[in-house]
């Protein structure tokens, strides 16, 4: 079992930054490929970014490529999101997940946080 906790989301202008948070629990965090996903009203939960247990791999949604990055600390348990150059378009919930396999599909991933909202004004 993992149990997942997001934070670090807000309010915030076009153009800044934000960095989320996500600390688990569980023994095998550094077993676990982590995912970011975001849901905006209306629309469904869309992939961001996921990084594997080793921290080594990492792939995004075209989306956010090259304004966010995603990153993990196995020691402490916890995995971010830095968020740059931040555009209204990427408000939303944001949601962390946890599964054996890096993936973007929400639907394989077993574990979730309860999500951070994130709101970027113009």
């Known amino acids: 079992q993992v149990q997942l906790v997001e934070s670090g989301g807000g309010l915030v202008q076009a153009g800044g930054s934000l960095r989320l948070s996500c600390a688990a629990s569980g023994r095998t965090f550094s077993s676990y490929a982590m995912g970011w996903f975001r849901q905006a009203p209306g629309n469904e939960r869309e992939f961001v970014a996921v990084?594997?247990?080793?921290?080594?791999?990492?792939y995004y949604a075209d989306s956010v490529k090259g304004r966010f990055t995603v990153s993990r600390d196995n020691a402490q348990k916890t995995v971010y999101l830095q968020m740059n150059s931040l555009k209204p378009e990427d408000t939303a919930v944001y949601y962390c997940?946890?599964?054996?396999?890096?993936?973007?599909?929400?639907?394989?991933?077993?574990?979730w946080g309860q999500g951070t909202q994130v709101t970027v004004s113009s």
């Open positions: 997940a946890a599964q054996w396999i890096t993936s973007k599909n929400p639907h394989d991933y077993d574990y």
């Open positions: 990084i594997s247990g080793s921290g080594g791999y990492t």
